[in-house]
Nanobody
C-alpha cells in the first residue's frame, strides 16, 4: 500500500508565493515520475508539472517561469514552488506518484487547496 500526502496549501494574495510539499510512503521498489495536477471549480483536472527520477521536468505553459518543481529521491518527496501567483491559479492541487512495485501504477493524494485573492 502506498500513501501520498500533500501539504502547504493556503490563501495568498496575487503576486505572492506558496510552496507545496508531497510525500510518498509505503511499500514499493521505486518511484518513476512525480508531479502535480490542479482542478479549479467546474473545470477538469489539468497537469501543472512533472519531474522524473532523473530530474527532467515538464511544465504546463500557464505556469512556466513562475512555478518550479523539485524532488528529493531519498525522501520520496516532491515540491512545487509557486511564485507570482495569480487568481487563476486558484484550485485544488493534487500530487501523484508513478510507483513501481510488483506492478506499476499511479497513486494520488487527497489534494490541497490553493486560493489566490486579487
Amino acid at each position: 500500500q502506498v500513501q501520498v500526502v500533500e501539504s502547504g496549501g493556503g490563501l495568498v494574495q496575487a503576486g505572492g508565493s506558496l510552496r507545496l510539499s508531497c510525500a510518498a510512503s509505503g511499500t514499493f521498489f521505486s518511484i518513476n515520475v512525480m508531479g502535480w495536477y490542479r482542478q479549479a471549480p467546474g473545470k477538469q483536472r489539468d497537469v501543472v508539472a512533472h519531474i522524473t527520477s532523473g530530474g527532467t521536468t515538464i511544465y504546463a505553459d500557464s505556469v512556466k517561469g513562475r512555478f518550479t518543481i523539485s524532488r528529493d529521491n531519498a525522501k520520496n518527496m516532491v515540491y512545487l514552488q509557486m511564485n507570482s501567483l495569480k487568481p487563476e491559479d486558484t484550485a485544488v492541487y493534487y500530487c501523484y506518484a508513478d510507483v513501481q512495485y510488483v506492478t506499476r501504477r499511479d497513486y494520488w493524494g487527497q489534494g490541497t487547496q490553493v486560493t489566490v485573492s486579487s
